[in-house]
């Protein structure tokens, strides 16, 4: 399945015990030192503790993550919408991609104008409950019609370039 092709409007979300995983599943974050830093060509450079990502807006959405091969679950997706802290981040006019990175050296390049075309957030959370560690505690990348392998987990670098 393609994720860029299914209608997952109407699917169930499927209960979080029976979510796949793929990737580390046992990296601990310390959130007394955790920062997510958004660099590189921004105006405005941003260092923020998991406390005060928690303070912006959140959104929730359903997104459908796939892992060819393996699984796919329906989730209700909770965080920050990635496009909220670019724009907070002033980026740069001649700015085109943005490198997502994960504590494991896991990292996805995502291009600029994308944001305004798809659903994608720093997720803290799904169904209702916090981000389980092994599903990407603090903060994992939820990205809509991108496959499950480029959901980095764990993150805490932004890179505009």
């Not at 990737?23 to 941003?46: F, I």
């Not at 359903?62 to 990635?82: D, E, Q, Y």
């Not at 740069?92 to 957030?121: F, M, T």
Request: one cysteine or more; proline letters at 6%; charged letters at 25%.
């Amino acid at each position: 399945m393609n994720p860029a092709e299914i209608d997952s409007r109407n699917l169930e979300i499927d209960p979080l015990d029976q979510f796949g995983t793929m990737g580390p599943t046992d990296v601990a974050v310390d959130l007394k030192t955790y920062r997510l830093k958004v660099k590189g060509k921004v105006g405005r450079p941003l260092s923020l503790s998991y406390d005060e990502i928690l303070k912006y807006p959140s959104i929730t959405e359903a997104v459908l993550l796939i892992c060819p091969g393996f699984f796919s679950n329906n989730g209700r997706w909770k965080g920050v919408n990635l496009k909220t802290l670019i724009q907070e981040a002033q980026v740069k006019k001649e700015a085109q991609y943005i490198d997502i990175n994960g504590v494991y050296g896991k990292g996805v390049r995502i291009p600029l104008k994308a944001l305004d075309q798809k659903r994608i957030l720093l997720a803290y959370g799904v169904n209702g409950k916090p981000l389980p560690q092994k599903h990407g505690f603090p903060l994992r990348l939820v990205c809509e019609d991108a496959y499950g392998y480029d959901w980095v987990k764990y993150i805490d670098e932004i890179v505009v370039s």
